[in-house]
């Protein structure tokens, strides 16, 4: 069956819905399947994790937002110091396909935080495949912050 881009999405959306619960249809059980249309795939697996591949250079998008082509993620260990007050310091984050320019989003746990309070922290891609993370004492002029123990951050890369 050849489908245009608008009968793809309706499928998709029915599939999606029939699965999710919300069409009722108790007579068909689906354990995995994928629709694909010139080199792109929507499929939910076995276990009901959702895929979509879209053909190359094209993204997914919700209304009329920028089409999304990927979502990558890394995590890192990081163990902040004691820093000096007016200092900085500086961590990587591998996250496998992040390009200079890709925008960061960056989870750190409350841990960190406990003890930190005057610090900042900017991310951004560095370089191919790395986020840095840069943690700066510079709105403490006289103390320095406290050692909180070491923490693992994610640092999540969009790509437009």
């Known amino acids: 069956m ?3 881009s608008k009968t793809f999405l309706a499928v ?3 599939i999606g819905l029939a699965l999710s619960g919300l069409v009722n249809d108790t007579a068909a059980k689906v354990t995995a399947f994928a629709i694909t249309r010139v ?7 076995h276990v009901g994790q959702i895929n ?8 997914g998008s919700i ?5 999304v082509k990927k979502i990558l993620s890394g995590t890192g260990s990081v163990d902040f110091t004691a820093l000096a007050a007016g200092t900085c310091e500086t961590f990587t984050v591998t996250v496998t396909g992040a390009a200079d320019g890709d925008p960061v989003a960056l ?3 409350a841990a960190a935080w406990a003890t930190t309070e005057y610090a900042t922290i900017d991310y951004f891609v560095s370089a191919p495949n790395t986020v ?10 006289t103390t320095a912050l406290s050692d909180p123990a070491a923490v693992t951050v994610r640092a999540t890369v969009i790509q437009f």
Request: proline residues 8%.
């Open 2 to 4: 050849k489908l245009n």
């Open 52 to 59: 979509l591949t879209p053909a190359s250079n094209k993204g």
């Open 132 to 141: 840095t993370l840069k943690r700066c004492n510079s709105t403490n002029a």
């Open 39 to 45: 080199g792109a795939t929507i499929g939910i697996d």
């Open 107 to 109: 989870g750190i746990p």
């Open 63 to 67: 209304g009329a937002g920028a089409p």
């Open 12 to 14: 998709a959306m029915v």
